[in-house]
């Protein structure tokens, strides 16, 4: 029985003709990924109930995604919504 690893799995990189007809790899992009949060743990990240995410949701007031039948928001789109309710102090 053999394992894999992520590693071997790993899609090689693509090599591109360089200057003087050289090849030359492209390294793999490593592009960090916004984590995607349920409801539950965007109701508990903003302290807030899972009920009042949910209405934010069914009015459209935040942006969120189905996976299926799941709904899932990004950490970015929540931390967006904080954000744009944020008020400044007058003095």
Same mark, same amino acid.
């Given at each position: @029985? !053999? !394992? #894999? #690893?992520?590693? $071997? =799995?790993?899609?090689?990189? /693509?090599?591109?003709? *360089?200057?003087?007809? $050289?090849? %030359? ?9 916004? /984590? &995607? +949060? #349920?409801?539950? $743990?965007?109701?508990? !990240? @903003?302290? #807030? %109930? ?5 209405? +934010? &949701?069914?009015?459209?007031? &935040?942006?969120?995604?189905? +996976? *299926?039948?799941?709904?899932? +928001?990004?950490? %970015? ?5 904080? =954000?744009? *309710? ?6």
């Amino acid at each position: @029985m !053999t !394992t #894999t #690893t992520r590693r $071997q =799995n790993a899609v090689p990189a /693509k090599t591109t003709p *360089g200057p003087g007809g $050289q090849r %030359s790899v492209a390294a793999l992009a490593v592009v960090p990924t916004d /984590k &995607i +949060l #349920t409801v539950a $743990q965007v109701a508990d !990240t @903003m302290g #807030t %109930s899972v009920r009042f995410v949910r209405r +934010l &949701i069914a009015e459209r007031r &935040i942006a969120f995604h189905h +996976l *299926g039948r799941h709904v899932r +928001l990004r950490a %970015s789109d929540v931390e967006a919504f904080i =954000n744009a *309710g944020r008020v400044e102090a007058l003095r």
